[in-house]
């Protein structure tokens, strides 16, 4: 029989309790330090964190907590919780282990830190957010695990010599304290914070000639990771000039997946994804089983641009991603579409159209020599396996993915000059795509320069390739770099410049597991074809790889009226699914292994644009093993196979302010996407919306410039603008998008 376990009898499993509770909030404000060494992993907790919250108190309050201080607590209080209840579980082991007394104390405390630490280190996470390759998650667990011994075996030791944990009856008042403490603590920075943006409140705002002009730098897909090597070499000094004049830090995108289109317009409109309604690159066209790319029409809040021009400020766009079709806007505005054949609706004004396509024309006769610049390889004198699907097709189709974007940016950054040295508008917004572009393509090439040893067990690529691709990425980073500053030598001195980008970057493999999805489903019984062919017509499901995260089998049920072929109506389909999730989960291979390590609904399983409808990811440790079904055996494999694309999103981009108004030498903490548009209004003199999702990014901002000028709000701006929410169809160059987009690997 057990001791008593009632906290009133049991006075040592109050004492795990005590010491569950605070070791837990030692490690919660521990993993809430980790920002400053390791931000692109902590950034990650701190969105689970907010999104967790979310399904306890209301979305408003939820956003209140995302800053650096609440955080801090939430963090602590989480830790307190869980650290708590692993305390009473271990002193539940302790007794039914007959462990004395005296041990008892040296018996909690260490098991409890290690698990509490394990917990919250979340590796789980962190092994999907980063997409190691499957052979490396047993060694990071086995280095999670050390790591955390090692902290808990210290953080034990002092618990113990620090607590009177021998005491139990004195240590009960502990948790009491501990966690009522760290509870009021984060109401009240709650409370004060809405109370401060309450008292701020006005009405719709008047205001003079801004104290600034702002030129907002977009840039996609870079990460500090990547650009800090040639920080201060002389690669990038107009980077090196705006960090050693303002502030800088990482910014928290958003939660995987990681779309372009979704993120710029969380960033454009500072309103969460379900609110401002573009959920990917594609959605559904008005002709059933067809889709098209989002547009500028699916979006329902206003963005910033809208707003400022209502507001009666001049304001210049060029290149945002989405905003075709194109705005009226007092400025102008250029499409994202602007650079693809028979687009329509691509400038603003029109009168605009003669001076885009003279630069069109310019720069699409100078680009192969333009191109030199960033790399040696010439596609027209490579004729190796010429039309053939093998290396050399592939490297020419990079080419062509490669000259889309630098196309765009080169036009971009042709027209910022030609804006600037005419007049400077309040605000200048540049977007550059090529950064994104270029890393999707030829990552590994930037990997295996970096390391070559990793880089070689994760890819395949000749020295050849190495010559001609090793230094695109760099090459293309210092490309940016001049045009920055060639746009910047042509503004006033009074100028603030904001520069951002929507997320990092990270890699897809070229090795990867494998199994012959088309004969494991047709055997199954739930699809039809010959050899790994699934012939949709009469197959209830088809099947696709997700190389943007490695060895996921992403299953669509051939569901009717979603596709033409359809043979699944709506009634079977919740059938099938649960039989799927069963059949597919319990898996073995002869051996004994599961399959698959997960099997699950997807992101938008049932719509129109769904990326699947269940996930499957291939288990580690079966891969070698085979699948028995019936007399047939299917193997799982370990497979090499070169891909056109070798990069993908990661949560920590970049954001940098410089300029008057900003903190020189300052380093911000805790900024995420939300938060671009309301530091942009902020330094223009312009209330905040209540309604927003981000806060303006004041540590970024000089002190005496701040408190100058306090934070003013509105309830909202609703009403300025915001697209119909339907899809804008023809002459938007449609094919050619999409093209692209299946280049870069975001849709099949």
């Known amino acids: 029989m057990l001791p008593s376990l009632g906290m009133s009898k049991d006075r040592y499993l109050q004492a795990g309790l005590a010491a569950g509770l605070l070791t837990g909030a030692l490690a919660g404000l521990f993993f809430a330090l980790l920002e400053i060494p390791f931000s692109t992993y902590t950034v990650a907790g701190n969105a689970l964190l907010i999104e967790a919250l979310r399904t306890i108190v209301p979305g408003e309050v939820a956003s ?64 999907r957010t980063l997409q190691v390759p499957p052979r490396m998650w047993q060694p990071l667990w086995v280095a999670f695990f050390l790591a955390a011994l090692l902290l808990a075996t210290g953080v034990g030791w002092l618990a113990g010599r620090l607590l009177p944990l021998r005491e139990p009856v004195r240590s009960r008042r502990i948790p ?17 914070e809405n109370r401060a943006r309450r008292a701020s409140l006005i009405d719709y705002p008047t205001f003079g000639e801004p104290s600034h002009k702002i030129i907002l730098f977009a840039v996609d897909g870079i990460d500090w990771p990547t650009i800090k090597p040639l920080l201060g070499t002389g690669d990038l000094p107009n980077l090196d000039r705006l960090i050693a004049n303002g502030s800088c830090g990482v910014l928290r995108s958003l ?23 573009i959920q990917g690159f594609i959605t559904e066209s008005s002709q059933p089983g067809r889709f098209i790319p989002v547009t500028n029409k699916h979006r329902l809040q206003p963005t910033f641009w809208e707003i400022i021009g209502s507001l009666g ?45 003279t630069l069109l024309t310019d720069f699409r006769s100078r680009l192969p020599a333009l191109r030199l610049d960033l790399t040696s390889y010439v596609p027209d004198e490579d004729e190796d396996d010429l039309g053939s699907n093998g290396p050399a097709a592939l490297r020419r189709f990079d080419m062509y993915i490669l000259d889309q974007s630098y196309l765009r940016d080169l036009v971009t950054s042709a027209l910022a000059r030609r804006i600037m040295r005419k007049r400077q508008p309040d605000l200048l917004t540049v977007y550059f795509r090529g950064t994104d572009t270029v890393q999707h393509e030829f990552r590994k090439y930037h990997a295996a320069r970096n390391d070559p040893w990793l880089a070689s067990r994760l890819f395949e690529m000749t020295d050849q390739e190495m010559g001609f691709f090793g230094d695109i990425v760099n090459a293309y980073l210092r490309y940016v770099d001049r045009e920055i500053g060639s746009i910047l030598d042509l503004s006033g001195e009074n100028t603030a410049v904001l520069l951002v980008s929507d997320h990092a970057s990270g890699y897809s493999y070229d090795r990867q597991s494998h199994l012959q999805e088309g004969r494991l489903l047709r055997l199954l019984g739930w699809a039809k ?16 790889w997700d190389k943007a995260k490695t060895n996921s089998l992403r299953i669509h049920v051939n569901l009717v009226g979603r596709h033409t072929s359809g043979t699944v109506s709506r009634t079977e389909y919740e059938k099938l699914i649960a039989q799927m999730l069963d059949r597919l989960g319990g898996l ?41 079904i019936g ?99 023809g002459s938007g160059g449609e094919e050619s998008v999409m093209e692209e987009l299946r280049a870069l690997g975001y849709i099949d």
């Open 176 to 192: 009491v304290l501990v966690f009522s403490g760290l509870l009021v603590l984060f109401a009240l920075t709650i409370v004060t």
């Open 529 to 544: 074809g010959e050899g790994n062919r699934i012939d949709r017509a009469g197959s209830k499901v088809v099947a696709h």
């Open 588 to 628: 073995r291979t002869t051996g004994g292994d599961a399959v698959f390590s997960s099997v699950e609904m997807g992101k938008r399983a049932g719509t129109r644009y769904s990326n699947g409808d269940l996930v499957c990811r291939i288990n580690a440790g079966a891969v070698g093993g085979e699948i028995a």
């Open 313 to 357: 400020l001049t304001v210049d766009l060029l290149s945002w991603y989405p905003s075709w079709p194109v705005d009226s806007i007092p400025g102008i505005m250029l499409s994202d579409r602007a650079t693809y054949p028979n687009v329509t609706g691509r400038v603003f004004p029109e009168q605009l159209e003669p001076v885009l396509d």
């Open 255 to 277: 939660l995987p997946p990681i779309e372009s289109p979704v993120v710029w317009t969380s960033v454009a409109t500072s309103r969460r994804p379900e609110d401002h309604g």
């Open 631 to 729: 007399d047939s055996l299917v193997a799982i494999t370990e497979e090499v196979a070169r891909f056109s694309r070798s990069g993908n999103h990661r949560m920590g981009g970049v954001f940098v302010l410089a300029g008057t108004p900003s903190n020189q030498g300052g380093r911000v903490r805790g900024a995420t996407v939300y938060d671009v548009v309301p530091t942009l209004f902020h330094l223009m003199g312009l209330p905040l919306s209540l309604a927003w999702e981000g806060k303006p990014i004041l540590d970024a901002l000089d002190g005496e410039w701040r408190h100058g000028r306090p934070v003013r709000y509105v309830r909202s701006y609703d009403g300025t603008g915001g697209g119909s929410g339907h899809a804008a169809e």
């Open 64 to 127: 209140l907590a995302d800053r650096p201080y609440p955080l801090f607590l939430l963090y602590a209080l989480s830790g307190a919780l869980a650290g708590g209840a692993l305390g009473l579980l271990v002193q539940i082991a302790a007794a039914a282990f007959r462990i004395s007394p005296g041990r008892r104390t040296r018996f909690r405390i260490p098991l409890t830190t290690l698990a509490t630490f394990l917990l919250f280190f979340y590796p789980a996470v962190m092994v």
